[in-house]
């Protein structure tokens, strides 16, 4: 049972344009959710966070929506550069704060 | 500030062989966590820490692997005996406390492959 979705497990742009990652989750116990970044052979590096009572951060070029009704939140990117080339992965905490579910990962690949 | 040290970085072995990760996880931090991550799929919770005392490991097949984390600091992960499917990247990571929103900072992991 697959609680966080990333249904595109890839997206190509070219440099300048936006990037918009999509996340679906399942379980209405999650409040508050957080977006990781991982180059290969490293580990996932926290990127931006949101609280379920918010619908909107933003932290430099990044910003992540959330849609609670929808059950939906995005990552933003814009302008997207070429060092952004990196596995995206959602994750959500449940309010009991205790369990960090991961989506699949997208992978995003911004072309010069 | 040191980041989570993981060792070793890729390992090989043959089916029904055992392996045993290691990590160090950053000064203070009292959670400490292991994720699988299988290629393709997002990090797996296999075993979570507060200080020396098991969380939830409700994720860790228990019949081959098992993890300990003596004096609340480093940890090691054992897998024994492998099975192919066990071919993953082993993900340790730890962070200040497990209350709240709190942000896990993850070493560079682990690479298994079971042959």
């Known amino acids: 049972d697959q609680q966080v979705k990333q249904n595109s497990p890839s997206l190509s742009v070219q440099e300048g344009r936006i990037s918009i990652l999509n996340c679906d989750y399942t379980n209405s116990m999650f409040d508050y959710f957080l977006w990781y970044k991982k180059y290969p052979a490293e580990g996932p590096t926290f990127l931006i966070s949101i609280s379920s009572i918010k619908d909107k951060n933003e932290d430099g070029r990044f910003t992540v929506f959330l849609n609670k009704s929808a059950k939906h939140l995005s990552l933003h990117i814009v302008p997207s550069q070429p060092g952004d080339s990196a596995v995206y992965f959602c994750?959500?905490?449940?309010?009991?704060?205790?369990?960090?579910?991961f989506g699949g990962g997208t992978r995003l690949m911004v072309k010069p | 500030e040191a980041g989570v040290a993981q060792s070793p970085r890729y390992k090989i072995i043959e089916k029904r062989q055992s392996v045993a990760f290691w990590c160090n996880p950053i000064?203070?931090?009292?959670?400490l966590y292991w994720y699988q991550q299988i290629l393709g799929q997002g990090p797996k919770l296999l075993i979570q820490f507060q200080n020396n005392g098991v969380v939830d490991d409700s994720q860790l097949p228990k019949d081959r692997f098992s993890a300990e984390r003596l004096k609340g600091v480093d940890s090691t992960l054992k897998i024994q005996p492998a099975k192919l499917e066990d071919s993953a990247v082993y993900l340790c990571a730890s962070s200040l406390t497990r209350a709240g929103a709190n942000v896990l900072t993850f070493g560079a992991g682990s690479r298994l492959t079971v042959l």
């Open positions: 000064s203070g931090h009292a959670t």
């Open positions: 994750a959500a905490i449940n309010n009991a704060g205790n369990m960090l579910t």
